[in-house]
């Protein structure tokens, strides 16, 4: 049920704050390793452990991600901006402030679009600006222990519009961002280890109603069927309350996706007096027209248009184009699979059906695929030829996936070549009849049903390897008799 | 500040009251005594009271100062440089576990 008349009287107001991990090899503002998943406290530095009167210095590369990330939403890029303090105490930020921007950010004023129930949405994107992340703070009771790895690894935080207008679509909002930033090589798209989190501000209004209602952020959200449920838990929280006459408060709650509901964090209203102010240790972040133009230049094809470009230049319908342009490595392989085999329909069939299911079952991603793009062409080009069958592709494809073999040599090895002698056909037809005597006089007696038990027959004989073609057109001229 | 003549401390009542301090010391997780609240909002008015006196000039169609200065930004190439090992900086924490750093809890 649509968004619109599941709520019944109530609009939702929803918009997201994605948390982007720029992966670049060195921290934001120091030259320690962002491999956090190194030992504890093993990539630290006295800039990003807050020792007086260290300094920070600002990586360049995820500069360039930022604005590579902000030209693709559509954003304008501010050839000015300054990182500011945003002043907090908690001890996974041993500075007691997080460097971050706000009132000149980098990017600002874009716009995302997407596909969604068919129709195309457009949802503003506020800004998106550079700042540090914070260690990690694990809470055991008596105490909480502190790794300081991930401090200072760089963000990119895109802030939306209060555009989105149900769970699913707000969901499907976050998987294109997601999809973008993929294609834009800046962020693994990591969604467990939190190199993309969502923080989803909910609210909910009367129909028809223009004015925004308080709203409850929504943290701690690791997969986008969970922030469609936990928007979903929110809004029918809201409506309920707002139903009893209570009053929504504005606070952040957590979402708990083993009893599906969202609960209130420990109340910080006291905490949101940031007191930002520009960092002294930082100059402005200046940048030229030339610099943002040259990385303008260098944006790769995204995802919307790869998916019309897939319909336009391969014939492939919608559905399809999206399924194959949902994440760059499938879209990537796909192509190579094309260009092997000449033949995109049948390169957008092995892919979606075979390889995905295969990819799905072992829980690989397409880059871990045991067969090489290339090899999945020329074994579509094997078909296409006639050397093998489109059943005997299977038993291939199936030993591809095992062996890691080519097709040519698989088809070699295993005697797999299609049978297109006609003799040989003929001969194993023959035989089916005479094995046959019952089945053939009712045949010839009228029960025609019968031929797929003949063909089902000669293809058991040959192994599966007669041409189907063949076997189809001179079984009917046999059974005549 | 330049005017001398103007002695922010007879100047008006103060303008931070306790309550403020109180908050402002909490957001710093600064512990102070009542009497200390009471001494840093009259230090503290008397700062806000020199301040006020810069607010009094005109900076209409000025652009906000971030810097001083007209320098910018050098960034520094993605290298990863690695100085010390993780237990350089633990050594000098007052509790630890391993190798991670112990603090008091900070969830109820």
């Given at each position: 049920m649509s968004s619109e008349t599941r709520f019944g009287a109530y609009e939702p107001v929803i918009g997201i704050e994605i948390h982007v991990q720029l992966?670049?090899?060195?921290?934001m503002f120091c030259t320690?390793?962002?491999?956090?998943?190194?030992?504890?406290?093993?990539?630290?530095c006295e800039v990003c452990t807050g020792m007086p009167g260290a300094l920070p210095t600002v990586n360049r590369t995820a500069i360039e991600y930022a604005v590579k990330t902000g030209l693709a939403l559509g954003c304008s890029i501010r050839e000015k901006s300054v990182f500011s303090r945003k002043q907090y105490f908690y001890?996974?930020?041993?500075?007691?402030?997080q460097i971050s921007q706000f009132?000149?950010?980098?990017?600002?004023?874009g716009r995302v679009e997407f596909v969604y129930n068919g129709s195309k949405k457009s949802i503003e994107i506020i800004r998106a600006h550079v700042e540090e992340d914070a260690g990690k703070s694990t809470h055991q009771g008596d105490c909480s222990l502190i790794n300081?790895?991930?401090?200072?690894?760089p963000l990119l935080e895109i802030v939306s519009g209060p555009d989105l207008r149900g769970p699913e679509e707000a969901a499907e909002y976050a998987r294109t961002v997601h999809k973008m930033v993929q294609y834009l090589e800046v962020?693994?798209?990591?969604l467990e280890e939190g190199s993309f989190r969502c923080d989803c501000n909910v609210s909910v209004r009367k129909r028809g109603e223009t004015k925004l209602n308080t709203r409850v952020e929504i943290k701690n959200i690791n997969s986008f069927r969970f922030v469609e449920k936990a928007i979903e838990y929110e809004i029918l929280r809201q409506i309920d309350a707002m139903e009893s006459g209570e009053k929504i408060r504005q606070e952040t709650r957590l979402y708990d996706p083993d009893k599906n509901r969202t609960f209130a964090m420990r109340s910080k209203e006291e905490a949101?007096?940031?007191?930002?102010?520009?960092?002294?240790?930082l100059l402005p972040l200046v940048l030229t027209k030339a610099e943002i133009e040259s990385m303008r230049a260098k944006l790769p094809e995204m995802p919307l248009a790869r998916a019309a470009r897939f319909q336009s230049?391969?014939?492939?319908p919608e559905y399809d184009s999206q399924v194959l342009t949902a994440e760059k490595d499938l879209a990537d392989y796909f192509e190579k699979v094309v260009s092997a085999s000449g033949n995109a329909k049948a390169a957008s069939n092995w892919v979606m059906t075979e390889l995905l299911r295969e990819l799905n079952d072992s829980k690989k991603t397409v880059s871990q695929s045991p067969i090489p793009a290339e090899r999945l062409g020329q074994m579509i080009a094997l078909i296409d030829k006639g050397t093998i069958s489109g059943k005997i592709a299977k038993t291939v494809f199936a030993e591809m996936w095992t062996s890691g073999k080519a097709p040519e040599v698989i088809v070699q090895e295993k005697g797999l070549v299609q049978i297109t002698d006609t003799s040989a056909i003929e001969k194993s037809i023959d035989e089916v009849l005479a094995a046959n005597p019952k089945e053939l006089a009712d045949y010839r007696g009228?029960?025609?049903?019968l031929f797929g038990f003949f063909v089902g027959q000669v293809m058991k004989a040959t192994k599966g390897q007669a041409s189907p073609d063949m076997v189809n057109q001179m079984l009917k001229a046999k059974l005549k008799g | 500040m330049a005017n001398s003549k103007t002695d922010p401390s007879s100047s008006?009542?103060?303008?931070?009251d306790k309550s403020t301090v109180a908050k402002v010391a909490e957001l710093s997780r600064l512990k102070l005594s009542d009497a200390e609240l009471e001494s840093i909002a009259q230090q503290l008015s008397m700062v806000l009271a020199n301040f006020e006196q810069l607010a009094q000039?005109?900076?209409?169609g000025v652009e906000p100062m971030v810097?001083?200065?007209?320098l910018t930004l050098r960034l520094r190439e993605d290298r990863v440089e690695r100085r010390e090992p993780a237990e350089a900086f633990l050594e000098n924490a007052p509790d630890r576990s391993g190798n991670l750093f112990k603090v008091p809890p900070v969830v109820g």
């Open positions: 992966q670049t090899r060195s921290k320690d390793s962002t491999a956090f998943a190194s030992g504890d406290n093993e990539c630290v001890p996974d930020l041993p500075k007691g402030y009132d000149l950010p980098l990017c600002e004023n300081l790895n991930r401090a200072s690894v962020c693994d798209g990591n949101h007096d940031y007191r930002y102010f520009p960092d002294p240790d230049e391969y014939k492939l009228g029960k025609e049903k | 008006a009542s103060p303008r931070l000039v005109n900076t209409q810097t001083p200065t007209d």
